[in-house]
T-cell receptor, first 110, second 115 residues
Framework: KQEVTQIPAALSVPEGENLVLNCSFTDSAIYNLQWFRQDPGKGLTSLLLIQSSQREQTSGRLNASLDKSSGRSTLYIAASQPGDSATYLCAVTGGFKTIFGAGTRLFVKA | DVKVTQSSRYLVKRTGEKVFLECVQDMDHENMFWYRQDPGLGLRLIYFSYDVKMKEKGDIPEGYSVSREKKERFSLILESASTNQTSMYLC??????????????FGPGTRLTVL
């Protein structure tokens, strides 16, 4: 059974810092991995999707990597801003199911 | 841009009522999903549909049913609402090309309270 873990559960950083969020999964037979952002009381906003055949994806200040063999993905946020404060979730899809991690709550201090 | 809309942002219902949550997507996606999100439990899949009139149970289908009569619309039905169904309900959609597991796009969510 696929399990998805995100570490840390919460993170507080000063504005301008580069940071890495981690996601690990137990079953490497996946189709894709997706990173989302969720603001309090809102739905999920898709940030990046990495197909199983890819190693990384980039969008603006965000870079996500995928290492299937070790069951790990990282989301790198460059030059963090207060507007980046949100909960970040990773989700792994395989076998008609998407399993979500519990998320990392990020707070960027001005 | 893909747009997924949900009929209500906030809903308050009484125990035993029949509740309908509506979701509409405008990108001609084949796949549609209903999740619920609870503190400490994360997102859990209730039902999904990969085509009109097709549905599959997710991890927690008990107490729920779904309807997909048109490709763009996926409805979640609580036949007899109970207090343990108080939750945030999230709808999502994705295309089925390239193997069937593509980027999921979410709606804004419906915060349902059952009294």
């Amino acid at each position: 059974k696929q399990e998805v873990t995100q570490i840390p559960a919460a993170l507080s950083v000063p504005e301008g810092e580069n940071l890495v969020l981690n996601c690990s999964f137990t079953d490497s037979a996946i189709y894709n991995l997706q990173w989302f952002r969720q603001d309090p009381g809102k739905g999920l906003t898709s940030l990046l999707l990495i197909q199983s055949s890819q190693r990384e994806q980039t969008s603006g200040r965000l870079n996500a990597s995928l290492d299937k063999s070790s069951g790990r993905s990282t989301l790198y946020i460059a030059a963090s801003q207060p507007g980046d404060s949100a909960t970040y979730l990773c989700a792994v899809t395989g076998g008609f199911k998407t399993i979500f991690g519990a998320g990392t709550r990020l707070f960027v201090k001005a | 841009d893909v747009k997924v809309t949900q009929s209500s942002r906030y809903l308050v219902k009484r125990t035993g009522e029949k509740v309908f949550l509506e979701c509409v997507q405008d990108m001609d996606h084949e796949n549609m999903f209903w999740y619920r999100q609870d503190p400490g439990l994360g997102l859990r899949l209730i039902y999904f549909s990969y085509d009109v009139k097709m549905k599959e149970k997710g991890d927690i289908p008990e107490g729920y049913s779904v309807s997909r009569e048109k490709k763009e619309r996926f409805s979640l039905i609580l036949e007899s609402a109970s207090t343990n169904q108080t939750s945030m309900y999230l709808c999502a959609s994705s295309s089925a090309g390239g193997g069937g597991y593509n980027e999921q796009f979410f709606g804004p969510g419906t915060r349902l309270t059952v009294l």
